[in-house]
C-alpha cells in the first residue's frame, strides 16, 4: 500500500454526526477513487476523480460528498451519518491514460452507531 | 445489475491443492481483466491481469485462464500454501470507456489449510 495513505484507520460516530476521510497520494497519479466494502458485497465505487477539481458519482453515491482540492488528496464526506454507512472505506489512485493498475490504501473502517 | 459474478463465495482447500476461482462478465468491452488479492487488514492489492487476446497467463503458481466466447475466466493457484489464505477479488474493465475504472466481483474468501 506504498504511495497510498488513508486517515483516520478506525472511526466510531453516532448517527447524525459528520466526517471526512482524508486520502493522500505521493504517486503523482490523476486518478482517484473511494471505493466502500461490505460483506459479501465486494468493493462499490462511492466517487472519483479524473484532476484536480474535477469529481464524479460511482454506483453508490447517496450520502457522500467528495473534494479534490489538490492532486495529492481525495477528501470523502459524510455530512449526516447512518448506521447504513457503517463499512471499510478504501481509497484507490491510479495514473491517468492506458495504466489500468489502481493502488488502494489499507483502509478507513467506520462504524456509525 | 451485477457486471461481473465471482463464484465460489468461500473456499477452502488443502496445503498443495489447487483452488479455483471462477468469474463471468456480461459486457463484451470489458478488455482487462485483473485479480486483486486481499490479506485481513490490508487493502486490495493486484495479483494478475489478463487481456483478452491471450487464452492464459502464467505468474509464478498463479495462472489466469480467460474464455473469451463464453465471457468467462479463472484464477488456478498451484501448489497452495496457507500464506495464500486471503480474499481474492475478480475485476474487469473497459479501458476505452470512462475512468470510473474496474468492476469488481464481489470476492472469493480462500482459506489454505495446514
Known amino acids: 500500500n506504498a504511495g497510498v495513505t488513508q486517515t483516520p484507520k478506525f472511526r466510531v460516530l453516532k448517527t447524525g454526526q459528520s466526517m471526512t476521510l482524508l486520502c493522500a497520494q505521493d504517486?503523482?497519479?490523476?486518478?482517484m477513487y473511494w471505493y466502500r466494502q461490505d460483506p459479501g458485497m465486494g468493493l462499490r465505487l462511492i466517487h472519483y476523480?479524473?484532476?484536480?477539481?474535477?469529481?464524479a458519482k460511482g454506483e453508490v453515491p447517496d450520502g457522500y460528498n467528495v473534494s479534490r482540492l489538490k492532486k495529492q488528496n481525495f477528501l470523502l464526506g459524510l455530512e449526516s451519518a447512518a448506521p447504513s454507512q457503517t463499512s471499510v472505506y478504501f481509497c484507490?489512485?491510479?495514473?491517468?491514460?492506458?495504466?489500468?493498475?489502481?493502488?488502494f490504501g489499507a483502509g478507513t473502517r467506520l462504524s456509525v452507531l | 445489475q451485477q457486471q461481473v459474478k465471482q463464484s465460489p463465495q468461500s473456499l477452502i482447500v488443502q496445503k498443495g491443492g489447487i483452488p479455483i476461482i471462477n468469474c463471468a462478465y456480461e459486457?463484451?468491452?470489458?478488455?482487462?481483466f485483473p485479480w486483486y488479492q486481499q490479506f485481513p487488514g490490508k487493502g486490495p492489492a493486484l495479483l494478475i491481469a489478463?487481456?483478452?487476446?491471450?487464452s492464459e497467463k502464467k505468474e509464478g503458481r498463479f495462472t489466469i485462464s480467460f474464455n473469451k466466447s463464453a465471457k468467462q475466466f479463472s484464477l488456478h493457484i498451484m501448489d497452495s500454501q496457507p500464506g495464500d489464505s486471503a480474499t481474492y477479488f475478480c475485476?474487469?474493465?473497459?479501458?476505452?470507456?470512462?475512468?470510473?475504472?474496474?468492476?469488481f466481483g464481489k470476492g472469493t474468501h480462500l482459506i489454505i489449510q495446514p
Open positions: 484507490a489512485t491510479r495514473q491517468g491514460g492506458a495504466k489500468n493498475i489502481q493502488y
Open positions: 504517486m503523482n497519479h490523476e486518478y
Open positions: 476523480s479524473v484532476g484536480e477539481g474535477t469529481t
Open positions: 459486457n463484451t468491452a470489458f478488455d482487462y
Open positions: 489478463i487481456r483478452p487476446d491471450v
Open positions: 475485476a474487469a474493465e473497459n479501458s476505452g470507456g470512462g475512468a470510473d475504472g474496474l468492476t
